[in-house]
């Protein structure tokens, strides 16, 4: 049986403000030809298929044409809640999908409840566990005194070990979405770790032939058989540069048999570029980078005026924009030292001076003197 393992679809978000749908609808309906071209039977998705518990109806849209494009292309699919997501919204008709091979599994409390799958070998069990919060689920679970997301995710596996024991020669994947011990994480990831109570030991999914994890957004290999997907797209400059993959699984009659990445198309790839305003306009080697997402760091020694209009002029998809040149003050001093022994009208001049790089000409210190003023007055009326 062979199984791709993908996780953090991550469908809605958006980057800097810029609407990725288009993107991610390109990026998952190619999920479909890797399907057709390497015979794959069921595809998984370890956690966070939305990027918001309420979804927009576009973003649902983009879910449903994806998934009908994998049934069609012959997989099954087993999807899990990640911490994005609503798990009750999302296991809403999860019986009828089931019946057309789309299995979500989203209920805590029939977490051991495994969608079975058959090939020439017999039976693969594939359990998919929820994103397990601590505080709710040693509720579902019965666990009083559970107060980490390892506690939870350790009765969570005990259960899914002794429902395989009563199942001997089944194989088994385990879909889960969680901080595993010895993953690297992104800059696009929400953090579910609170002084690091949440991350969880690979130990945990011992006795299963494959876990496919999710939350982590860059591809990883925990050990042969415990393994990070990552997400198909980049969700943060920080991932600039990464190759996005999913994990070809392969089980025979014996359990896991190999795993090797599948790389995925970037639709639009993303740049960040530093230099003086002038020269990103004007460099000719960034012509291929026109058409890219782009974070813009400026080294000018001042502020330029309007710039992201004039990046966007050239860059129609610069989305991110920061000012990192010689006049970008680094003071070192707390908000109330900074404060302390200062006139408002000293205040808002610093102000222009840390926002431009240039201090106030005479003029300009001369009208937020009277704008100071009559602020001053209105609040004396009151």
């Given amino acids: 049986m062979r199984l791709l393992h993908t996780s953090d679809w991550h469908i809605g978000r958006s980057l800097h403000g810029s609407d990725l749908l288009a993107e991610q609808e390109e990026v998952l309906g190619r999920l479909a030809e890797v399907v057709v071209a390497e015979s794959v039977d069921v595809v998984v998705v370890a956690g966070d298929i939305y990027d918001r518990a309420v979804p927009s109806a576009d973003a649902t849209a983009v879910l449903d044409?994806?998934?009908?494009?994998?049934?069609?292309?012959?997989?099954?699919v087993v999807l899990t809640p990640g911490n994005h997501d609503s798990a009750r919204?999302?296991?809403f008709g999860a019986g009828l999908m089931a019946r057309s091979g789309v299995h979500v599994r989203a209920v805590t409390p029939e977490l051991d409840e495994p969608v079975l799958l058959s090939d020439e070998h017999g039976d693969v069990a594939v359990y998919g566990l929820?994103?397990?919060?601590?505080?709710?689920a040693r509720h579902e679970l019965g666990l009083a005194d559970a107060r980490s997301h390892e506690a939870v995710l350790a009765a969570a596996m005990d259960r899914v070990r002794a429902d395989l024991f009563l199942r001997p020669g089944v194989r088994s994947v385990v879909l889960a979405h969680a901080f595993v011990g010895g993953g690297?994480?992104?800059?696009?990831?929400?953090d579910i770790c609170v002084g690091g109570v949440d991350l969880v030991p690979a130990a945990v999914f011992d006795g299963v032939d494959y876990v496919a994890l999710?939350?982590?957004?860059?591809?990883?290999?925990?050990?042969?058989?415990?393994?990070?997907?990552?997400?198909?797209?980049?969700?943060?400059?920080?991932?600039?540069?990464?190759?996005?993959?999913?994990?070809?699984?392969?089980?025979d009659?014996?359990?896991?048999?190999?795993?090797r990445a599948v790389p995925l198309p970037t639709p639009r790839q993303l740049t960040v570029l530093r230099g003086e305003l002038a020269d990103l306009l004007a460099d000719p080697a960034l012509e291929a980078m026109e058409d890219d997402?782009?974070?813009?760091?400026?080294?000018?020694?001042?502020?330029p005026v309007d710039p992201m209009r004039q990046l966007q002029g050239r860059f129609p998809h610069c989305v991110h924009l920061e000012w990192t040149g010689s006049g970008a003050p680094a003071d070192g001093r707390s908000y109330t030292e900074r404060l302390s022994g200062r006139s408002d009208l000293e205040v808002a001049g610093e102000f222009v001076q840390h926002v431009r790089g240039l201090a106030a000409t005479p003029g300009e210190s001369e009208l937020l003197g009277r704008a100071l003023a009559a602020a001053a007055r209105e609040d004396a009326l009151l």
Avoid at 240 to 246: E, L, S
Avoid at 294 to 300: H, P, Y
């Fill in 293 to 303: 997402f782009v974070s813009a760091r400026l080294t000018d020694p001042v502020r």
């Fill in 130 to 136: 929820p994103y397990l919060e601590p505080e709710i």
């Fill in 65 to 76: 044409r994806v998934l009908m494009r994998l049934r069609s292309a012959g997989a099954a």
């Fill in 89 to 91: 919204r999302l296991a």
């Fill in 253 to 259: 009659g014996a359990g896991l048999a190999g795993v």
């Fill in 184 to 190: 690297v994480p992104s800059d696009s990831e929400r």
């Fill in 214 to 251: 999710g939350h982590l957004h860059r591809p990883q290999t925990l050990s042969d058989r415990v393994r990070y997907s990552g997400s198909p797209l980049a969700y943060s400059f920080g991932e600039a540069g990464q190759v996005k993959q999913a994990w070809l699984v392969e089980l």
